[in-house]
């Protein structure tokens, strides 16, 4: 794992963000666009959501370190670590669609990747385990996201992590080891309790799906 870099390109697209304020520019324009069932307070909606993509952005390597974290002192650290590894890759080693971007606008498409990446790995753990892998609640976080990369291009990168997923884990990868294994793993208190530090991202910036008025 290679978290120090991720960190550091984070790091350098804030600064790149403090000499050009790229995604200040870019939320002023999208904020009149914006779905109407995501829902900002009245005041300092475009710093609140400003504050939402940094956050977004910032939690990615956190996220990667915990959940790396979680999964050895869970034991099953051989079938999660390739996945974390992809998530830190998408920083990295982005992918075509997104080379040569820079600044924390840019950024935002690759966090989206990572945190689907997880969200899709909760999901098969959910299917096999009855039970998430990390139970850190990242859907509203990523439908914000997914609005704000716009249609069009999040489902394309949502391509890219079903494909991710499809290639590095299947049926077999959950036949490793017996599944009772795994599920007293999981149901840990020790796994648990590591995670319970992390609320939903969204709600803790202040930004809500809700219905349209």
Request: hydrophobic fraction near 40%.
């Amino acid at each position: 794992m290679n978290i120090a870099a991720v960190r550091e390109q984070i790091s350098q697209a804030h600064d790149h963000e403090g000499r050009t304020g790229q995604l200040k520019e870019r939320l002023e324009l999208q904020l009149p666009h914006l779905h109407p069932s995501i829902q900002l307070p009245e005041q300092d909606a475009q710093g609140t959501l400003a504050r939402f993509v940094s956050a977004y952005i910032d939690q990615v390597p956190e996220l990667i370190e915990a959940a790396h974290e979680v999964a050895r002192e869970a034991g099953i650290e051989s079938q999660i670590k390739p996945v974390l590894k992809i998530a830190e890759a998408y920083f990295l080693q982005p992918p075509s669609v997104m080379q040569g971007q820079v600044g924390l606008d840019c950024l935002l498409d690759e966090a989206y990747l990572a945190h689907r990446l997880v969200e899709e790995v909760n999901d098969l753990y959910i299917r096999h385990f009855q039970q998430p892998l990390i139970p850190f609640d990242t859907t509203l976080a990523n439908l914000i996201a997914h609005q704000l990369i716009g249609e069009t291009f999040a489902n394309q990168l949502d391509e890219v992590v079903h494909h991710s997923v499809d290639e590095m884990l299947n049926d077999e990868s959950f036949a490793a080891e017996s599944v009772e294994a795994y599920r007293e793993a999981l149901c840990s208190p020790e796994t648990g309790a590591a995670w319970k530090r992390w609320p939903c991202l969204s709600r803790q910036l202040g930004v809500e799906l809700g219905q349209p008025a």
